[in-house]
């Protein structure tokens, strides 16, 4: 008997040589530690029955039945000592028939030890790698169909059991729980139940029964006997200390564990030795000891990963070949340390690298690039010779070959080649060399590109498979189809027919895949063997020779057997994005997985070589733009901030070639808008918004108003000419389409914003691209994809994604017909075959997991669907293979998705796939566009409607945008208002929009604000049709005759006065260039929930101590009047167009400062002047008389000099001087439409006439001092004598001519009172007008005027003593006039209020007359109008006793000379008025000036800016009455009606009244009773036939509608009062007071409406953190498509249902994100508070977080901490003492408040702001914010700005807010400059804070959700 000695063991080295700090002293002590233990070795003894013995240990073999299932070639020359030590183990627990379970870190060593066992014991195999998806269909029987019936087949461990096999079942921890205990039975009592009868039992009990029973019976009674060989291996991973989920304890007690740890150190460093002859042995062990030491416990508690003990071979194989190449290189490919570890892991592992000098790179090399590739000669077929060029040398070495040819020249026409990616190929071909390889990479970053390229290097042939979250393990290998007669069959998957044929595969996405169902392709990475679901099995090549040399059989038998060879070339190529270091997700590059691969960090692109990429695939792309773009996208791939990174993620060198492509065809579009375009910069929240606008400023890129406006301008129609379409400027040939019934046809009303969007399509369209359309719901984004798919007659097909949508339902319907399965082609699927537009509709719906198949469609061109067929691109890879589908040329894709984020919370599609379409923002249609369309939907409903319905939506998007409301508006919903207009237009547009806001209805917050807005744009929602609240109208006493005005005829040479002009050039000085600046009107309409005389109001932003002096409107036509008001502290100029949304401004303090010392009250009015000098507007300031040009239009302003003498600068005296008032300038401004003006000097003697077009003067000196100048016609000016009130008439010709300065004529007019008979005459004061009409009443209005028909010229005019008077003739006719006059009762100048009357400030203002009168005269509409004080007003008349007047800044006296009434209209007092009351008086009687606009309406402007349009018109105010109710609806309390009309057959007899029932009760039919309802033919409501309608009184009871809808007094009083019993109740609970309760109430109403917003948007991310999954092999549930066979089968578990899922075992708590705020409770905070309350808004943004995070605190864990002069952490709410109720909450808000009153000077805002950020980021947490409030000067205390900024982002966990409460001028932007962008917020008005924290808040929750 001969004995062979296999093997002599290396050292050994007990368990203790595992202990890290041993290991380092045998590392660096040199082994002291020999082996003590006695060395084993294996003998095998032959003959006849042999035997193999492990030291002490023999085992008989037997010969196997089917050896070709005995594993091959695992047995090594040499085995180590640890490893035979396992083995004897293994064989000790064989003989005791124990079943054993090998434990251990991952890695291929525990499975090749239970190989080599079996190899070397003869034993067959069954071997099942448990994945999550095994169920115990896999482990025991699955059905198949054969011939039609099904039968069962058995399993892996049926089939061990019964023929004697061993099991080895790997990977038990990813099973899911319940799967395995169907094995308990067969491992403890060999016993098991089968579903096709049969029942296993343990070989003893058999063999008893035998001697009982025959083998017949036996096996009628279906008994099998297990066999005595049959034993279970088991391969598990340790759960804790990996993930996975821990073994059930019944299933543990049935084995025996032995724990199989790495290599012993001295065993290992033997085995590298043998493979790495070249290099030095001190490297290797160097290598070995910092690998060690990375997969010892301690650096496990640091979170390292193990470091991969078994790739180390890998690594020095590598070394071996290129011994000069450095080793720290090789570690980052086999621990890419740098991509999944956080700052201290990486410090960590630096740390041992310099420990063990492994930190070489600096002395060794990279490779540099691949010189050369060719054929490798001699025998070995697939493989190349590689020339890779290392430092200076040139290394040559052999790798696998693809199957295709090699390519000769290493150019090639798609890829650009650069010095990164040279690198990285070099460097991948060295891993090519020893094992598969992992890319890892951002999105865009090219790593399939690399890929591809590298396949082409090498001749492989690629198979691309994109990997998804729910695949399964069946998806990856093998799948189930149904053979054409019925049978069931399975179908290998492309991994499977790759390793065959021997390509490259590329597994895209590893990350997204779980990890559970990677596990089955571990053994084909490590072993390349791979045992599919139907038993084939796949074998490495050299085992494939070894069995058939041994066997003696032929390459047929073995496939018989279902045994192939795995081609040697084949090779896997996996892609990946980095994992988010810090995330709580699952990481994916876990300790399993770094065993698997090489990895290769595919860094994006330096600046260089992104520039010469771009370069070389778009030559013609312009320079300038490709700089600014790379720098942008460098300047946010290099800072550390998320938001920046996330934008960075969006430009990826993928989308910024498309960029490129798109500028290089149209070099005219604007840099500004591709990026935005590229970032949807449009529905980024608001933070990263305005980083990336700050990021583009600094890169230069900006857009500027010009292109904005020549973007608008642009002419965007579309035509089609001759088979060519053309949208804007672009153009495209139609298509041809044979089915015309899939082109889209829809109702589409084109509209500029829509064809911009449209044409841009078109532009990505022509250049190949796949749209995707991102946009609010209902702005019509399908409106729009269907019309242009309409007018390029593209066919198109549609796909709705949802939910459930499954990767299965996108591409194949499966289905069973005739038990055959059958699949449908998807829309998806057609639409590639037949080049048809795949429209995909609600893309951001579907899970991302599955829209993620669409990257390799539209990336690669390539796809598999689930029946085996694939789409490929190009049709060179077709030739001969069948079930190939070539992707159509004219296929494209056009997705539709929501923008990301609240309030939809739908999958971020863009996140994950926008960067492969070309991206398109489509918004809500601008108003211009959103009009146009509104018209054409509803052309008969009334413009203003349309126009205030486009205003009202437009500030509700606004108002969405910035957060504060949660929906947003769309176009959808204000179409279908309008279509339900133009249906019913008698339905009034105030319950129309109800439709669309009821469903706020029960939202108050909401409700507030939209009401707001409704009623601000004057949709009178609410509104009763009886809320007209028009002002009280009063008697006017009957007019009277009063006399003449005769005009002195020059009779007496003495009344005839001529008065010489002189004409004379003006001087013109200037022009000086003004800024104007604009700013937004709030413009508020007034009839709202009432109707009254005012239409809107609006206020100009005054400063607080500014004083209106002038108001004036051009004399236009209404729809363009400007308004031009003028302030006199300091001067200015506001300027609006009464319409429009936005007014401009014009400071002139500069030109009329306020002079110190003196009080001199500067005083301007202005007049605006007409064509063709329209915008020009000249001011005239009354005291130094100086006169200016302005002109709006572009700011130029010229100073006129009107008299040449130099100008008469008043006497300046001392203010305590002389008492008498000084005179000043007036200007007479009533033709100033005609651009002429009159100025004259009160008590002066001269008129100058400026004539503005011509440039002159005329100066008419008169012989009589002047008060005061009417402007009564042209030609006639009627002139007031100072002292005495003489009044005089002057004649000229309209246009004075320059050559003959002719001579004006003067009359004096006297005043003839009537005769009043019995020779008395009514002796009258002669009195100044104060208003005095330039034109004439129309004869209708004089003849109602004065009661009597005539026809005459008339002015009419108003003094103190009138209401108002007529002239009839005058100024025309020289023949004495006729004057009638309403007389007042007391004159207006004589009534004095009494002292007690307290509508002034005390008392009567001082006696000087104001400036201005506010007298207006109306004569189209037959009024006078006036503002008196209230002094003035007969307050009694209009209101009743019992009410108190409104406070008012005066009354509107309209006097109607139509109607004869007078009514008083309060004009309310304005917000604010300057303290300086004196001034005030001067100016105006009354705090509000007056102005005509057009012809019938009133401008009031109160002194504090505050601007009223109004309507006093009886015409049209009925007019305006008319609509405003039709805008309400007619819901007049008519009961209505429902009739139904029937024919009911009976012919009508003859119509009669029907008896008379004496009772009166109420009939329906029966053609009888008279006045019943719906009879025939007698008299009653609703019938048939009778003769008239009688209503016998049933339904008169008739309550108004309002009546009914309103709730009974005592009901609301009662609901009220228990409110306030509730609300005491609850402040006794918790002890608080009504005082307090107010106070807080104070500052929680304040931020209520963000509290409610933050709220909602936290209960929604709640909700979606809850959404359900699918759960798989339900026993109940919908249909699982994947396994429609298995059902044909027969099996039950083949349904799916949505449920919670378990979280992934080992996968971290969800932990809760971290919030600190940081508040400024510094003295000066408390000081500044009377400023601007500032403290008093931090208090309240500190009740916001309060209120909002209440009861969320399992999600946010929140602090808040004070910074003062005290100290930089003062504690106020601690995390774990949160305020719990109102209470607790206002103790807090009081310390802050005593805090800042009490603390010291100083400040720390920046040790607050480091130390809340140090600290915070100790704690565990999901994420981090600090947010910091402070008003700090930081310069003037010395901190620089970037100090700061620094500070903010000293960590990069921790994100990092400042808010700066401004008083610090133009410091707070250069601050802002220099932080961070997005990180800093500037509050000028304090009232943002609270708005800017929800902001910060919103922005943040929703990047994490």
């Not at 045998?26 to 030291?55: M, P």
Request: charged content about 25%.
């Amino acid at each position: 008997m001969q004995s062979r000695v296999l093997c002599l063991g290396g050292g050994a080295g007990g368990p203790s040589a595992r202990r890290v700090r041993l290991l380092l002293r045998q590392v660096l002590g040199g082994g002291a530690a020999a082996a003590r233990s006695g060395r084993l070795e294996v003998r095998a003894l032959h003959g006849s029955g042999d035997t193999v013995t492990i030291g002490d240990v023999s085992f008989k073999l037997k010969t196997p039945k089917n050896p070709e299932l005995v594993p091959q070639n695992y047995m090594t020359d040499s085995l180590a000592q640890s490893v035979v030590h396992h083995l004897r183990w293994i064989m000790q627990k064989d003989l005791l028939g124990q079943d054993v379970f090998l434990i251990g870190p991952p890695g291929p060593l525990r499975r090749s030890i239970a190989m080599q066992y079996l190899e070397l014991t003869k034993r067959e195999v069954e071997y099942i790698a448990l994945s999550r998806d095994t169920t115990e269909t896999d482990l025991k029987q699955r059905r198949e169909i054969r011939d039609g019936s099904a039968f069962y087949l058995d399993q892996c461990a049926v089939r061990a059991a019964t023929e004697g096999r061993i099991l080895v079942l790997e990977g038990l921890e990813k099973a899911e729980r319940n799967v395995l205990p169907v094995l308990n039975n067969l491992l403890e009592n060999r016993e098991m139940q089968l579903e096709d009868g049969r029942f296993l039992m343990s070989a003893e009990r058999y063999d008893k029964l035998l001697q009982d029973h025959t083998k017949s019976e036996l096996d009628a009674w279906k008994i099998v006997r297990v066999s005595e060989d049959f034993r279970v291996i088991a391969l598990g991973l340790p759960v804790p200390k990996y993930s996975g989920n821990p073994l059930d304890p019944p299933l543990r007690s049935r084995f025996q564990a032995r724990d199989v740890y790495h290599l012993p150190f001295k065993d290992h460093l033997q085995l590298l030795y043998s493979i790495g002859s070249n290099i030095s042995t001190e490297r290797i062990s160097q290598l070995l000891s910092f690998a060690t030491t990375l997969s010892s416990q301690e650096s496990s508690t640091l979170g390292l990963p193990d470091f991969p003990l078994d790739s180390l071979s890998a690594a020095v194989q590598i070394l071996n070949s290129f011994p000069m190449m450095s080793v720290q290189h090789v570690i980052d490919r086999l621990y890419p340390y740098n991509v999944f570890l956080g700052k201290e892991g990486k410090t960590a592992v630096k740390d041992v690298l310099k420990r063990f000098e492994l930190q070489d790179s600096k002395n060794h090399f990279h490779p540099r690039k691949i010189t050369k590739v060719e054929s490798s000669h001699g025998n070995k077929p697939f493989q190349a010779d590689v020339t890779v060029q290392i430092g200076e040398k040139e290394v040559t070495f052999q790798v696998p070959a693809g199957t295709g040819l090699l390519r000769k020249h290493p150019r090639s026409d798609t890829f650009i080649r650069t010095s990164s990616h040279n690198q990285l190929l070099a460097e991948m071909m060295q891993s090519h060399m020893v094992k598969d390889m992992c890319l890892i990479g951002g999105k865009g970053c090219g790593k399939t590109v690399i890929a591809k390229e590298f396949a082409d290097i090498l001749g492989y042939s690629i198979e691309p498979i994109m990997l998804y979250q729910d695949m399964t393990a069946r998806d990856l290998l093998q799948q189930r189809y149904t053979l054409p007669n019925g049978d069931t069959a399975w179908r290998p998957s492309p991994l499977v027919t790759a390793a065959l044929e021997g390509k490259l595969v590329i597994l895209d996405g590893i990350h997204r895949i779980n990890p559970g169902t990677l596990s089955v392709l571990q053994r084909l990475i490590h072993d390349r063997e791979l045992t599919l679901y139907d038993g084939t099995r796949l074998l490495r090549e050299d085992r494939y020779q070894n069995l058939k040399e041994e066997l003696h059989i032929s390459d047929e038998k073995l496939q018989e057997r279902s045994i192939f060879p795995i081609h040697p070339s084949f090779r896997i190529v996996v892609l990946a994005e980095p994992p988010v270091i810090g995330s709580s997700a699952q990481q994916w590059l876990g300790p399993e997985f770094l065993t698997l691969f090489l990895f290769h960090h595919v860094r994006s692109l330096s600046r260089r070589e992104e520039m010469k990429v771009i370069k070389e695939m778009i030559p013609n792309v312009p320079n300038v733009a490709v700089e600014q773009l790379l720098s942008l996208t460098h300047k946010l791939r290099e800072t550390n901030d998320s938001t920046a990174q996330s934008l960075a993620s969006s430009l990826s060198t993928r989308q910024l070639l498309r960029i490129c492509r798109r500028l290089s065809q149209h070099p005219d579009e604007s840099l500004y808008y591709a990026v935005n375009k590229a970032c949807l910069s449009r529905f980024l929240p608001n933070l990263a918004r305005s980083a990336l606008h700050k990021n583009l400023q600094d890169s230069g890129i900006e857009t500027s108003p010009d292109d904005v406006k020549k973007l608008e301008e642009k002419d965007y129609t579309c035509e089609i000419n001759n088979g060519i379409l053309k949208i804007g400027s672009v153009k495209m040939p139609v298509y041809n389409s044979s089915e015309k019934m899939k082109v889209p046809d829809v109702l589409f009303y084109e509209n500029a914003q829509h064809m911009m969007v449209m044409e841009d399509m078109l532009k990505d369209f022509l250049l190949g691209e796949h749209l995707l359309l991102v946009g609010n719901q209902g702005v019509g984004k399908n409106k729009i994809v269907d019309r242009f798919l309409h007018l390029l007659n593209r066919p198109r097909e549609y796909l709705q994604l949802h939910r459930d949508t499954t990767v299965q339902s996108l591409t194949l319907q499966p289905s069973v017909k005739d038990g055959l399965i059958t699949y449908e082609d998807s829309p998806l699927v057609k639409a590639v075959k037949f080049g048809h537009i795949l429209v995909i509709d609600e893309a951001d719906k579907a899970p991302t997991n599955v829209t993620c198949i669409l990257k390799t469609l539209v990336e690669s061109g390539e796809m598999v669907l689930s029946d085996g067929r694939r789409i490929v691109a190009n049709h060179a890879h077709v030739e001969g293979r069948e079930n190939v589908i070539v992707i159509h040329p004219d296929f494209r894709m056009i997705v539709l998705a929501n923008r990301p984020g609240f309030p939809f919370l739908g999958n971020d599609f863009f996140g994950t796939l926008g960067d492969i379409f070309s991206c398109h923002a489509v918004d809500n249609p601008k108003p211009e566009s959103e009009l146009a369309m509104l018209r054409q939907y509803g052309p008969d409903v009334p413009e203003p409607i349309l126009q205030k319905l486009v205003a009202a939506f437009g500030e509700l998007r606004s108002l969405a945008d910035q957060g504060t409301i949660n929906y947003p508006y769309s176009t959808r919903e204000v179409v279908n208002i309008v279509k339900h207009l133009q249906k019913f237009p008698t339905e009034g547009l105030a319950n129309v929009v109800r439709n669309v806001f009821d469903f706020d209805s029960y939202n108050n917050e909401m409700r507030e604000i939209l009401i707001n807005v409704l009623h601000k744009h004057g949709i009178p929602i609410g509104a009763k049709p009886t809320n007209v609240q028009l002002a009280k109208e009063l008697p006017l006493p009957d007019h009277k005759f009063m006399g003449y005005w005769k005009v002195n005829q020059p009779g007496n040479a003495q009344q005839k006065l001529l008065c010489p002009t002189e004409t004379q050039k003006i001087d013109v000085k200037g022009p000086v260039y003004l800024n104007i600046q604009g700013f937004p009107l709030e413009r508020h309409e007034a009839r709202s929930l009432n109707f009254t005389e005012e239409l809107a109001f609006w206020t100009l932003p005054l400063g607080e101590i500014n004083i209106v002096c002038d108001a004036t409107v051009t004399k236009e036509e209404e729809a363009e009047n400007v308004l031009y008001v003028t302030t006199c502290n300091p001067v200015s100029l506001y300027f609006m167009n009464i319409s429009s949304k936005s007014g401009y401004f014009v400071d002139l303090y500069d030109l009329f400062p306020r002079t110190v010392g003196s009080v001199w009250q500067p005083f301007v009015t202005a007049a605006p002047l007409g064509n063709p000098l329209k915008g020009q507007v000249v001011l005239h300031e009354e005291e130094s008389n100086v006169v200016l040009l302005l002109d709006t239009n572009n700011g130029t302003l010229r100073r006129l000099l009107l008299t040449p003498d130099g100008q008469e600068s008043p006497k300046r005296t001392a203010w305590w001087g002389s008492k008498e008032e000084m005179s000043n300038y007036k200007m007479c401004r009533e033709f100033s439409h005609k651009n002429w003006l009159v100025f004259y000097k009160e008590a002066g003697n001269r008129l100058i006439v400026l004539d503005v077009l011509e440039g002159q003067t005329h100066t008419i000196s008169l012989p009589i001092n002047l008060k005061s100048v009417f402007l009564a016609a042209e030609d006639r000016w009627l002139l007031v004598e100072n002292e005495t009130n003489q009044k005089f008439l002057l004649t000229k010709r309209a246009h004075v001519e320059a050559e003959d300065s002719e001579v004006c004529q003067l009359y004096a007019l006297s005043e003839e009172p009537a005769d009043m008979g019995f020779g008395l005459t009514t002796a009258s004061e002669l009195c100044v007008p104060h208003a005095v009409s330039s034109d004439q009443l129309s004869s209708e209005n004089l003849s109602a005027a004065v009661g009597q028909k005539i026809s005459s010229p008339n002015r009419i005019f108003a003094d103190e003593q009138s209401y108002a008077t007529i002239v009839v003739g005058f100024p025309d006719l020289l023949s004495p006039s006729e004057v009638y006059s309403w007389k007042r009762n007391s004159s207006l100048s004589r009534k004095r209020a009494p002292p007690s009357d307290s509508f002034y400030y005390g008392t009567r203002r001082k006696t000087g007359a104001a400036k201005q009168t506010n007298c207006v005269t109306l004569l189209a509409s037959n009024q006078i109008a006036r503002i008196l004080a209230p002094g003035d007003v007969p307050l009694k008349d209009i209101y009743p006793k019992d009410v108190t007047p409104p406070q008012a800044a005066g009354y509107l006296e309209v006097t109607d000379l139509n109607s004869k009434k007078i009514k008083y209209i309060p004009i309310p007092s304005s917000q604010s008025l300057s303290p300086y009351t004196s001034w005030l008086s001067q100016i105006s009687d009354a705090d509000a000036l007056l102005a005509p606009l057009g012809q019938v309406g009133l401008v009031t402007v109160d002194l504090g800016g505050g601007v009223r349009l109004w309507e006093t018109g009886l015409d049209s105010l009925q007019r305006s009455l008319q609509d405003w109710r039709n805008m309400i609806g007619q819901e007049d309390g008519r009961p209505v009606q429902v009739t139904v009309q029937r024919d009911s057959g009976l012919d009508v007899s003859s119509p009669k009244h029907g008896k008379v029932d004496p009772d009166n009760m109420p009939h329906v039919g029966g053609n009888t009773w008279a006045g019943g309802t719906g009879g025939r033919d007698t008299a009653g409501l609703g019938g048939k036939g009778g003769p008239y309608r009688l209503d016998a009184g049933h339904t008169v009871y008739q309550v108004s509608q309002a009546e009914k809808d309103a709730v009974p007094e005592d009901v609301k009083r009662a609901a009220r009062e228990m409110a306030e019993k509730a609300f005491k109740q609850r402040l006794k609970e918790i002890q608080m007071s009504e005082y307090d309760a107010s106070t807080y109430e104070r500052f929680s109403g304040a931020v209520r409406r963000q509290v409610q917003s933050l709220r909602v948007i936290l209960d929604n991310l709640q909700a979606k953190g809850k959404e359900r999954q699918w759960l798989r092999h339900q026993a109940v549930g919908e249909l699982d498509d994947a396994k429609i066979i298995d059902g044909l089968t027969g099996e039950k578990a083949i349904y799916k249902r949505r449920g919670e899922h378990e979280p992934q075992p080992g996968s971290p708590q969800q932990k809760p994100k971290r919030l600190r705020l940081v508040v400024d409770v510094s003295g000066s905070m408390y000081r500044f508070n009377g400023v601007d309350g500032r403290l008093e808004r931090s208090m309240e943004a500190v009740c916001m977080v309060m209120e909002a995070l209440e009861n969320y605190e399992h999600k946010f864990k929140y602090d808040i901490v004070g910074h003062s002069g005290d100290g930089f952490n003062i504690a106020l709410v601690g995390s774990d003492k949160v305020p719990k109720n109102n209470k607790q909450r206002l103790e807090i808000l009081k310390i802050m408040h005593a805090h800042a009153q009490f603390c010291m000077s100083g400040d720390h805002t920046l040790e607050g702001t480091e130390h809340a950020i140090r600290e915070i980021a100790k704690e565990e947490a999901d994420e981090y914010f600090v947010i910091v409030l402070s008003d700090a000067n930081l310069e003037r205390y010395g901190i620089e700005p970037s100090k700061f900024a620094e500070a903010l982002t000293t960590d990069s966990q921790v994100n990092a807010f400042a808010i700066f409460i401004g008083s610090l001028g133009d410091q707070a932007d250069r601050l802002q400059r220099t932080l961070p962008a997005g990180r800093s917020f500037i509050a000028m008005d304090t009232k943002e804070i609270p708005q800017i924290l929800q902001q910060i808040f919103t922005s943040t929750m929703l990047s994490s959700a």
